[in-house]
Nanobody
Framework: QVQLVESGGGSVQPGGSLRLSCTVS????????MDWYRQAPGKQRERVAT???????DYTDSAKGRFTISRDNAKNTVFLQMDSLEPEDTAVYYC?????????WGQGTQVTVSS
């Protein structure tokens, strides 16, 4: 059973930064494509960023230029560096990975951007 554990959320003022981490319990993390999603109150969960096992990255339009996804295979960890945060970024952030058509999720970490 693959387990994903996020950390690094919190409260920050507009324009601030946060770095989220997600550690995955697996022996083959380097083979996984990893995603970050978020879900704001009253909205559907949406994908924010993806990093493949070849380190190719992809971002949703709202994240481009402000967020950076990266990974450390030695630590089984994927990161999401979020800069220039806006109130609209307030959400629960989840990491996820698709294994054999099944999406595995972490428990989520709250990010609140408010003055």
């Amino acid at each position: 059973q693959v387990q994903l554990v996020e950390s690094g959320g919190g409260s920050v003022q507009p324009g601030g930064s946060l770095r989220l981490s997600c550690t995955v319990s697996t022996m083959v993390f380097e083979m996984y494509t990893m995603d970050w999603y978020r879900q704001a109150p009253g909205k559907q969960r949406e994908r924010v960023a993806t990093i493949t096992n070849y380190y190719t990255t992809d971002y949703t339009d709202s994240a481009k230029g402000r967020f950076t996804i990266s990974r450390d295979n030695a630590k089984n960890t994927v990161f999401l560096q979020m800069d220039s945060l806006e109130p609209e970024d307030t959400a629960v952030y989840y990491c996820a990975t698709n294994l054999g058509g099944h999406l595995y999720w972490g428990q989520g970490t709250q990010v609140t951007v408010s003055s």
